[in-house]
């Protein structure tokens, strides 16, 4: 084992601080890597604040993850000592169900292996994020960073830029298809990019007025006040293709209203309670509505390329790991614009 440091949170109420802990040392396939940069996703305050309910402390948390190999495995073949890698959501999985042979582990079957607080079948106890200063992961689970995009700003797209891209890549978003957003926060400003290098016509949807020329700078075409019933009415069936990134409650169905026949409406967003769908809203116009969960590692890996290609990074403010409880409460807030990343060497401060 090697002693690595870390912060953490010791109770659903207790702010995160720094803890001294151990991560294993590399076996045959694994990846040691010096954590460079960590997002901060709303996730991970939900789940420090075990408000999703199954929190197991200490809990660091920490899955948009940027980094250097330090170490390899003997059996290693994709990585070498000094390479930048990156790892997102996921550290494992079974492998042999049906979902991860068809590149799917967050849908394994028997259970994937979250980058925190998951069942950890090395250690028996549960797995520590990024919020630390290193990490050992599977190399089949660690993923190839490409040199030409800014480190920091990649570190996001680990979780809320794989979000986003993966149901645009998979309902077949092309160019000249219009497709609206829900949201401008950490996923909306990401889906608001990867639309727009789709070659869609992208709307935002939006609350606030004030978010209109960000919105267009960040490839918006044009931007509707969800709160306008008239202007929403004016675009009703007119939408291939919706991507709902809001977790607060609601009501989806006055977007339902805006598809075309065979339109999809893909929740991407984790509100806390149910939102009430009228089944009239699906019946007539024979809409789908659906939901994604990040994805595999062959996708994510094809979006930090698809990223490189199109120079493509999220919008982030940089902070040190000690004003990360004071970055938790501005995100209750929705005041940042779009993504906190951690410099992890402020760690060693």
């Known amino acids: 084992m090697t002693p690595a440091l870390g912060y ?11 803890l001294n802990f151990e991560r294993r ?3 045959a396939t694994d990846v040691a890597i010096e954590i460079l940069f ?21 809990c660091i948390p920490g899955h948009e993850i940027v980094g250097r190999v330090t170490k390899v495995g003997a059996d290693v073949t994709k990585f070498k000592v000094g ?28 259970g994937a292996t979250f980058t925190y607080n998951s069942p950890d079948k090395h250690t028996h106890g549960v797995t520590y994020g990024g919020y630390s200063d290193s990490i050992v992961v599977d190399e089949s689970f660690t993923l190839r ?4 995009l800014d480190l920091a700003a990649t570190a996001p797209l680990l979780c809320a830029g794989i979000t986003t891209y993966s149901p645009i890549k998979r309902w077949g ?15 909306g400003h990401m889906a608001l990019k990867f639309a727009h290098a789709f070659g869609a016509k992208v709307v935002l949807f939006t609350t606030s007025p004030g978010k209109t020329e960000d919105a267009k700078r960040l490839g918006a075409d044009e931007v509707i006040i969800s709160k306008n019933i008239d202007e929403m009415n004016a675009h009703a069936g007119t939408f291939d293709f919706i991507i709902d990134a809001v977790s607060a409650e609601h009501d989806i169905n006055i977007y339902l209203n805006l598809l075309k026949r065979d339109g999809t409406l893909t929740l991407v967003g984790a509100p806390e309670k149910p939102l009430p769908v009228s089944s009239f809203g699906l019946i007539f116009g024979r809409k789908i509505l659906t939901g994604s969960l990040i994805g595999g590692i062959a996708e994510t890996q094809e979006m930090l390329d698809f990223c490189s290609e199109h120079n493509i990074v999220s919008d982030i403010e940089l902070i040190d790991i000690q004003d990360v409880n004071e970055a938790y409460e501005r995100l209750l807030k929705s005041d ?3 993504r906190f990343v951690i410099d992890m060497k402020s760690l060693k401060k």
């Open 8 to 18: 953490a949170s010791t109770s659903a109420i207790s702010r995160l601080a720094p």
């Open 25 to 27: 040392d590399p076996k």
């Open 38 to 58: 960590c997002g901060v996703c709303h996730s991970d305050l939900h789940t420090v604040r075990d408000e999703w309910g199954g929190c197991v402390y200490p």
């Open 83 to 110: 390479d930048l890698a990156a790892v997102g959501c996921m550290v494992d999985s079974c492998h042999d169900c049906p979902a991860c042979k068809e590149d799917l582990e967050q849908f394994c079957q028997n």
């Open 145 to 148: 960073v490409p040199e030409n």
């Open 173 to 187: 978003i092309k160019p000249g298809d219009k497709v609206g957003v829900v949201g401008l926060g950490g996923l």
């Open 336 to 338: 940042v614009k779009y």
